[in-house]
């Protein structure tokens, strides 16, 4: 692999789910207004911490957790078809990670967050989170 991708290990060899999760980690980097959290993520691209050493941080645990319901209730509004279009479209994607491994992780989420295969079906905000809203990461 000419990009050495710490998270491999995590991912016990497999090369698609380590460039998935660096993937993930690079869009919170650029994303996250919180500098602990850009921090923590950028440790973790860097090799310094590993996934789990970071969700043990009680700030990224509360920061994942509120993503997950968010994305969970993005998910939840959609109809069986768009959810069945939305698995298709991530499953093809997954099994693609390694054909773009020299695309920039920008270009990869601008094509993720087209909902243009949803024929309108107004899933507009797929894995495009805005990260500079902290109110949402608040205690209820």
């Given at each position: 692999m000419t990009d050495p991708n710490p998270l491999l290990g995590f991912a016990r060899?497999?090369?698609n789910a380590a460039r998935h999760l660096q993937d993930r980690f690079r869009i919170?980097?650029?994303r996250s207004r919180d500098p602990h959290i850009r921090a923590l993520?950028?440790?973790v691209l860097n090799g310094?911490?590993?996934p789990r050493d970071v969700l043990r941080d009680p700030a990224f645990g509360k920061f994942v957790a509120a993503s997950v319901q968010r994305g969970m209730q993005q998910i939840k509004s959609l109809s069986d078809e768009?959810?069945?279009k939305l698995a298709e479209q991530g499953e093809l994607e997954y099994q693609n990670i390694g054909l773009a491994k020299d695309a920039e992780p920008a270009q990869e989420e601008r094509r993720v967050?087209?909902?243009s295969w949803l024929d309108g079906?107004?899933?507009s905000e797929i894995d495009d989170g805005d990260?500079?809203?902290e109110t949402w990461l608040e205690d209820g």
């Open positions: 060899g497999d090369e919170i980097q650029e993520a950028s440790k310094e911490a590993g768009d959810r069945r967050a087209d909902p079906g107004g899933f990260f500079s809203d």
